[in-house]
T-cell receptor, first 115, second 115 residues
């Protein structure tokens, strides 16, 4: 079983709709969770981080975390063509205070927002 | 200022060359990272530095040699690379204490081609 799993997509949604991206992880001691957006040929851009159960909202983005189900999701409201990108879920499996932190990435979900 | 810079943007090198990739951050972060990313794959951790000391080496071949001259700078020295080492090399930085999430911020990357 992979440590962090995402559906590779592509996930196609019409402009203005809600895009829902999902991620599951296998390690119950995982502490914090991240969503990165990556455009083709560019580097990953951090868009959301979450570490407590529940929802965290930032503009059109909402991250949802359910540690009991080992599940983290990202909702994008009012999707725009500029949201078309690959979304990487990342999980911090080892928090080493004073030793840096190891992120494990899912394989990413490609989102296409259609006009 | 959440910016990590990397130079050069692109690098083409032969298998007998020696070259270096450079990374700089001015966010006061004390952890810095090197990742390698192949096309359509997630970033793969190579090295982690914390407080200028190497804390994680993910069994990277010795033809890759990291260096952290000070808390703002990170180098990756390359020697005798193979064509399969061609990839996008990403630098990232994060806080190393005082936050529950330890967000990592990526630089724009260096696109490396080994001929």
């Amino acid at each position: 079983q992979k440590e962090v799993e995402q559906n590779s997509g592509p996930l196609s949604v019409p402009e203005g709709a809600i895009a829902s991206l999902n991620c599951t992880y296998s390690d119950r001691v995982s502490q914090s969770f991240f969503w990165y957006r990556q455009y083709s040929g560019k580097s990953p851009e951090l868009i959301m981080s979450i570490y407590s159960n529940g929802d965290k909202e930032d503009g059109r983005f909402t991250a949802q975390l359910n540690k009991a189900s080992q599940y983290v999701s990202l909702l994008i409201r009012d999707s725009q063509p500029s949201d078309s990108a690959t979304y990487l879920c990342a999980v911090n499996l080892n928090i080493l205070t004073g030793g840096g932190n190891k992120l494990t990435f899912g394989t990413g979900t490609q989102l296409k927002v259609e006009l | 200022d959440t910016e990590v810079t990397q130079t050069p943007k692109h690098l083409v090198m032969g298998m007998t060359n020696k070259k270096s990739l450079k990374c700089e951050q001015h966010m006061g972060h004390r952890a810095m990272y090197w990742y390698k990313q192949k096309a359509k794959k997630p970033p793969e951790l190579m090295f982690v530095y914390s407080y200028e000391k190497l804390s994680i080496n993910e069994s990277v071949p010795s033809r890759f040699s990291p260096e952290c001259p000070n808390s703002s700078l990170l180098n990756l020295h390359l020697h005798a690379l193979q064509p399969e080492d061609s990839a996008l090399y990403l630098c990232a930085s994060s806080q190393d204490e005082g936050t529950p999430t330890y967000e990592q911020y990526f630089g724009p990357g260096t696109r490396l081609t080994v001929t």
